[in-house]
């Protein structure tokens, strides 16, 4: 035994047979650790998404009491999109609603794994899309909206109308 472990320091390295089995052990854990963590990473998008969904709203409902005029949350559960709108008026005088710029407007897809029940909002049949307008005295319509993780777990959003206030509840 002293021979091999004095050859072992005068050489600097290890036996295949030790690296094949620190590889096994490795490949053993690693295999136990990721189903646990892929459980997390869903979890993880379930909430961000609905973080997301709720922190646009809120910055629509800013936007409108600041700029003094009517933003909509657009959102599309069978597309699972939403997007943000701005009033606006065209050239013949009439109300339309443009995109909002600086990337706000721009359509959002929920994650993969995340999805959107058909929301008890107003309904828009150009757009194909429920939405929630938000207007410049801080109202804003009575809206629920569900999103579901891959685990089956709810969050549901509901806008209170006139009060403008958000509630948040998992389920």
């Given at each position: 035994?002293?021979a091999?472990?004095?050859?072992?320091?005068?050489?600097?390295?290890?036996?295949?047979?030790?690296?094949?089995?620190?590889?096994?052990?490795?490949?053993?854990?690693?295999?136990?650790?990721?189903?646990?963590?892929?459980?997390?990473?869903?979890?993880?998008?379930?909430?961000?998404?609905?973080?997301?969904?709720?922190?646009l709203?809120?910055?629509?409902?800013?936007?409108?009491?600041?700029?003094?005029?009517?933003?909509?949350?657009?959102?599309?559960?069978e597309?699972?999109?939403?997007?943000?709108?701005?009033?606006?008026?065209?050239?013949?005088?009439?109300?339309?609603?443009?995109?909002?710029?600086?990337?706000?407007?721009?359509?959002?897809?929920?994650?993969?794994?995340?999805?959107?029940?058909?929301?008890?909002?107003?309904?828009d049949?150009?757009?194909?899309?429920?939405?929630?307008?938000?207007?410049?005295?801080?109202?804003?319509?009575?809206?629920?909206?569900?999103?579901?993780?891959?685990?089956?777990?709810?969050?549901?959003?509901?806008?209170?109308?006139?009060?403008?206030?958000?509630?948040?509840?998992?389920?």
């Amino acid at each position: 035994m002293q021979a091999s472990s004095k050859c072992r320091a005068a050489c600097g390295g290890y036996t295949l047979m030790e690296m094949i089995i620190v590889m096994t052990i490795i490949a053993v854990i690693t295999a136990g650790v990721i189903p646990v963590f892929q459980g997390t990473l869903t979890r993880i998008r379930g909430d961000r998404a609905s973080r997301d969904f709720v922190a646009l709203m809120k910055y629509a409902q800013e936007s409108a009491i600041s700029e003094s005029t009517e933003y909509r949350f657009y959102m599309s559960h069978e597309k699972g999109t939403y997007w943000l709108e701005r009033g606006a008026i065209d050239a013949d005088g009439e109300r339309i609603f443009k995109p909002v710029g600086d990337g706000y407007g721009a359509k959002r897809k929920l994650p993969v794994g995340v999805s959107m029940e058909r929301p008890k909002a107003r309904h828009d049949r150009k757009l194909r899309a429920h939405f929630v307008a938000f207007y410049p005295g801080g109202a804003c319509d009575y809206a629920t909206i569900t999103i579901e993780n891959a685990e089956g777990k709810d969050i549901d959003i509901r806008t209170k109308g006139r009060l403008g206030q958000f509630e948040v509840k998992a389920s």
